[in-house]
């Protein structure tokens, strides 16, 4: 099993940034996946989560309006498009896959948000 997150980066505030989380190993289609980040000393949080059987979402209040997740099932992919960010937005951002009694975690990338 593999997620391979990707586009995190060095961003000015304001700015947009797309991350892709590349899955396999597992059924992705049947699988909730979810983006979560973590910034220095802090706990890691969710930040946005999309359901495999409706693509229901779910936003962490902090980001409603500026992020969207979407999923490909076709490229057994996960995306999260970051629009407006602001420097709180710096973190290390995880892609999560949920399911079957399983639980999958990516690496991380890091979105740094800086003038």
């Known amino acids: 099993v593999q997620l391979v997150e990707s586009g995190g980066g060095l961003v000015q505030p304001g700015g947009s940034l797309r991350l892709s989380c590349a899955a396999s190993?597992?059924?992705?289609?049947?699988?909730?996946m979810s983006w979560h980040r973590q910034a220095p000393g802090k706990k890691r949080e969710l930040v946005a989560s999309?359901?495999?059987?409706?693509?229901?979402?779910n936003y962490a209040n902090s980001v409603k309006g500026r992020f969207t997740i979407s999923r490909d099932n076709a490229k057994n992919t996960v995306y999260l498009q970051m629009n407006s960010l602001k420097p709180e937005d710096t973190a290390v951002y995880y892609c999560?896959?949920?399911?079957?009694?399983?639980?999958?975690w990516g690496q991380g990338t890091q979105v740094t948000v800086s003038s």
């Open positions: 999560r896959a949920l399911g079957a009694g399983r639980l999958y």
């Open positions: 190993g597992f059924t992705f289609s049947t699988y909730a």
């Open positions: 999309m359901l495999s059987a409706d693509g229901s979402t």
